[in-house]
């Protein structure tokens, strides 16, 4: 893999000290600018992780049934800044992760942009995996951030970042995917 213009071995990224867990200082958690997974991925390197994972959630062209133009996305930014470092550092903990990124657009995002990129490196993958789904999964359920979908055929609709009340019917119940599925 080459690496990109912003690439930073782990041993130049001020952070944490190897053994340390922690999310990566001095990434933003908000940005009204294109998001640069590549080089998000290059900060988040640790010499004690075996695994990094990233996520990225991209626009897509279309969604139950209609085309798709794009998203634009608003947020009650202290809330949501302080909420994603509060879980982040939650994950960190709870997975002995070595780095913890997460970084969300506000603003117009086209069809193919990243919205939001989620990165976990930890020991072990498996580590790596389930930090990664429990921090996307709650920032997309908690976070104040709302989105507006924006149609082919002139329409728009906004809502939340998640919309679980089709299914629960309860705007504060949230079907989290990382919840054990129930046994019959």
Sequence with gaps: MTPSSSYRPAAEVSGPPAGAYAHAPGIPALSAEPLDVVGLLSRAHH?????VVLFSGEVRDSNRGQAVLGLEYEA????AEKLIAEIL???????????AVAQHRVGTVAVGDSAVVVITA????????????YIIDRIKHEAPIWKCEHYADGTKEW???CNCHAVTGDIHKHIYETDPKPQP
Aim: net charge positive; hydrophobic share 35%; with cysteine.
């Design 76 to 79: 009650y930014a202290p809330l």
């Design 47 to 51: 010499p004690g992780a075996g695994a």
């Design 159 to 161: 809502g939340n970042n």
């Design 89 to 99: 550092a939650e994950a960190c903990g709870k997975w002995k992760l070595h780095i």
């Design 122 to 133: 930890s020991a072990h993958r498996s580590e790596a995996y389930a930090a990664n789904r």
